[in-house]
């Protein structure tokens, strides 16, 4: 009776080495974004280092400004560096806001092999949060693209002293922005579904924990009191603007949202620079000081 199940263990050992493989490219460091430098700007800087709950060291840069307390975190994407969000942070100078910028566990300069799309990633942003408090930065914003998005909405509910996320590109759950990176390499729509819950499941093994736990989607309707802007690239192959939709439903007062038509994942800031920029300071104007930028 052998022969009757092959084919059915066939397709199980297939599909889970495939998700082995979906796992590992999840996981894997990279190399890092090409490095920049915040002198290349004008921008006077301090390299800091600071480490999480669970002992891995994070390496980053803390660029000063006038004002004592306000802040904002920059939280880079899945799979490269600190190194290209660089280029928002005079902005930021120019209107008094510190700037800190680090790169996430398992990239660029920082310590550990793993990465895990925000689940561990949350320990890192508190770990940052952490630094700026001791350092006397009481009004805390973060800017999170992508899976540093992500990271933002999840970790915010729980963090003391973040008043305002603003998350560009960032997906709803995680399976579902797996699904969409197999299907963008010709996987059809129900392979591709499987193979999002399948990675997602071994890489959660591989870790020892659920990474199902961290989606945003679990997480933006506790973000309330504190602010929230969803910034999303409707031409986004990652994350839907259903899904999208979705999130900012979910999320309590205040929050926005920004939909920005032909623009792709992580490039509404090119397609709409001049009001990209606007959106993004009045934001963090308005919520970490009261007033607009």
């Known amino acids: ?35 920049a430098n915040p002198s290349e700007y004008g921008l006077a800087y301090e390299e800091v280092s600071f480490t999480t709950e669970d002992s891995i060291p994070l390496r980053g840069w803390l660029i000063p400004a006038s004002n004592p307390e306000r802040a904002v975190i920059f939280c880079h994407g899945h799979g490269g560096s600190m190194d290209p969000d660089l280029k928002y942070a005079p902005w930021f100078h120019q209107r008094r806001f510190a700037v800190l910028m680090f790169d996430f566990r398992g990239h660029g300069r920082s310590g550990g092999n793993r990465v895990s799309m925000g689940y561990f990633e949350r320990r890192d942003l508190l770990a940052a ?9 009481s009004r805390i914003g973060v800017l999170g693209f992508s899976m540093g998005g992500a990271v933002a909405i999840s970790t915010a509910p729980v963090a003391k002293h973040i008043r305002a996320v603003a998350a560009d590109g960032s997906f709803a759950w995680l399976r579902h922005a797996i699904a969409a990176g197999a299907r963008e390499m010709g996987a059809p729509k129900a392979l591709a579904r499987a193979i999002g819950w399948t990675a997602v499941r071994i890489a959660g093994w591989r870790l020892g924990v659920n990474l199902e736990e961290a989606d945003p989607a679990r997480w933006v309707g506790r973000i309330a009191p504190r602010a929230l802007i969803l910034i999303h690239g409707a031409n986004d192959p990652y994350t839907s603007t259903e899904e999208v939709r979705a999130l ?28 990209y920029k606007d959106k993004v300071m009045t934001f963090f104007a308005r919520w970490l000081e009261g007033g607009e930028a």
């Open 1 to 35: 009776m052998w022969w009757i199940l092959a084919p059915v263990i066939l397709a199980a050992t297939l599909m889970a080495a495939v998700g082995w493989y979906a796992s590992e490219k999840m996981m894997r460091r990279r190399t890092p974004d090409q490095a």
């Open 129 to 137: 949060e952490a630094f700026l408090a001791e350092r006397g930065y």
């Open 248 to 275: 900012f439903a979910a999320a309590g007062e205040p929050k926005e949202i920004w939909v920005v038509r032909g623009a792709n994942h992580r490039d509404v800031d090119e397609v709409e620079p001049e009001a």
